[in-house]
């Protein structure tokens, strides 16, 4: 990230391709207005995102999250349990 006026968004697929955008931050900036401005710029689709789920650091992360100065959003597929979850179910398996 290039200072803290930003946000960074970012989407790993499955394959691996990784999508990444900033976005300026502003005060009271919530979820919900990342995703408007992800649609109006055409980065994302309404219907690409309809099935995705989004976290900032791990942590799943619902659509009235206040964004805080250098947060990373994130897009998860097919969230079953968050990265962080996974990190430690994985953990307790080995």
């Keep these: 990230m290039l200072n803290n006026r930003y946000i960074e968004i970012i989407y790993i697929s499955s394959t691996n391709i990784i999508k990444k955008t900033e976005i300026e931050y502003r005060d009271n900036l919530k979820l919900e207005d ?10 994302f689709t309404k219907k690409f995102l309809s099935t995705k789920y989004f976290g900032c650091f791990g942590k799943k992360i619902e659509f009235d999250y206040i964004i805080k ?15 962080n979850e996974k990190r430690k179910f994985n953990f307790k398996k080995n």
């Design 69 to 83: 100065k250098n947060d990373r959003i994130e897009i998860f597929d097919n969230l079953k349990m968050t990265p």
């Design 34 to 43: 990342v995703i408007a401005f992800m649609l109006v710029n055409s980065i």
